[in-house]
């Protein structure tokens, strides 16, 4: 794969900006990156070795968007990578994105860019409930992520609520639920003792230990553990019937910052996350659908276009204040 990725970036190098920046001459660009580096890191090392410069500031989606906002003109940031739609719809709105060549929008279908061309998707991921397979039956789960409220669940749910990929499927339940349903919502998962983890694989984790029995994740946190501890890992991936908001799919996604340093050298970098190489690196590696080069997703994944989605244009969950205001009055945050 390095092999590739170093033809791949030398094309990308030539030809985007006209042909006159040569990998091994490019401005090292600052990548503000709320995916984990964990996941994406060995995809910055790879552009870095071959000529890609790129000096990466890992942190939290929601509070790296904040960060941006913070420092205005003076943020050093040339790229946003974020978790999900939201951050990026927040940083849209508030006028911190330039707009994005159409020789870039075009590689991605509408429905996972900016519909302003402000920022684009790189893979998406779907929402899902993990749960553990031997103290849970599929005809025990429930028909919409709502019914988990019921007091039966008290004590076996796991959740990340400081997670920006929660933070914007709550954004989701307020589109299509409402406020008032979404807090009662927030209130009933609190009233059942759900608890708190830092992030998804903690909680995919905790789940296959048995210490919860279901969990709120991002479906791609599985299949890293399927990899590593094999099928008899005691956990798979529940989907709701139907277009429930249980099922939302979001991106992770790029944009660069109307406050670029680098705005050209920042282009190349999100030329290379959509290309056909790096998108097979999120398809083999994270386990997350490629949005870009007709790359297809890993053989263990549900087909995207199968997945029951409900009705949730991305472009709107950048309301990320009053999911934070409505979370902390139910005493989530």
Known sequence: MAGRLIAVLTALALTVGGGRTAVGQQPTITVYSGRNQALVGPLLQQYGRAGGAVQARYGDTVQLAATIIEEGANSPADVYFAQDAGGLGYLAYTGRLRRLPDTILQRVEPRFRSSDGLWVGVTARARVVVYNTTRVSLRDLPASIGEFTDPRWRGRIGWAPTNASLVAHVTAMRLVWGNERTRRWLEGIKANGAKPFPG???????????????????????????????????????????????????????????TARNPEAALRFVEFLLSPEAQRYFAAETFEYPLSGGIAA???????????????DLNYLAALDATLRLMREAGIL
Do not use: C, K, S, W
Not at 203 to 212: D, F, K, L, M, R
Not at 298 to 312: D, K, S, Y
């Open 200 to 258: 998804n694989a903690p909680i995919v984790a905790a789940v296959g230990a048995g210490e919860v029995d279901v969990g709120f994740v991002n479906n791609y946190y599985l299949f890293q553990f399927l990899r590593d501890r094999g099928e008899r890992f005691p956990a798979r991936n529940y989907m709701f019937p139907g277009g429930d908001v249980g099922n939302l799919v979001n991106v992770a996604g790029v944009g660069v910052l109307n």
């Open 298 to 312: 890993h053989p263990m994944l549900p087909p995207l276009a199968g997945i029951q989605t409900p009705r949730v």
